[in-house]
């Protein structure tokens, strides 16, 4: 069992930047493909960065590439999202979430149905 408990949100003007943090509890971190998804209300879940457990490979969707950022510390056992040139579209409820591999793979998932463990989410609200 992993848990996961997102930090970091808030409310933001447009052109503003935030970093959200997931810190992980319960197995051995480096072991664990990370991933960011966001929901706004009345739509899907959506994949919006990911990171292989090597820290080796990662990805971003389209929506956010050049401007969010996904990293991961761990020594720490946290995972990171920094967010630059917010956009009114942004916002969202933003959910971190793991997925078992191994150490040293290169591998990442973007989908939702790849993750096996979720954190309760951090409301990111961006004003324009």
């Known amino acids: 069992q992993v848990q996961l408990v997102e930090s970091g949100g808030g409310l933001v003007q447009a052109g503003g930047s935030l970093r959200l943090s997931c810190a992980a509890s319960?197995?051995?971190?480096?072991?664990?493909?990370m991933g960011w998804f966001r929901q706004a209300r009345g739509k899907e879940r959506e994949f919006v960065a990911a990171?292989?457990?090597?820290?080796?490979?990662?990805g971003s969707a389209d929506s956010v590439k050049g401007r969010f950022i996904i990293s991961r510390d761990n020594a720490k056992n946290t995972v990171y999202l920094q967010m630059n040139s917010l956009k009114p579209e942004d916002t969202a409820v933003y959910y971190c979430?793991?997925?078992?591999?191994?150490?040293?793979?290169?591998?990442?998932?973007?989908?939702?149905?790849?993750?096996?463990?979720w954190g309760q989410g951090t409301q990111v609200t961006v004003s324009s």
């Open positions: 979430a793991a997925r078992r591999t191994y150490t040293g793979s290169v591998y990442y998932y973007t989908g939702v149905n790849e993750y096996t463990y």
């Open positions: 319960g197995r051995t971190f480096s072991n664990y493909a």
């Open positions: 990171i292989s457990a090597s820290s080796g490979s990662t």
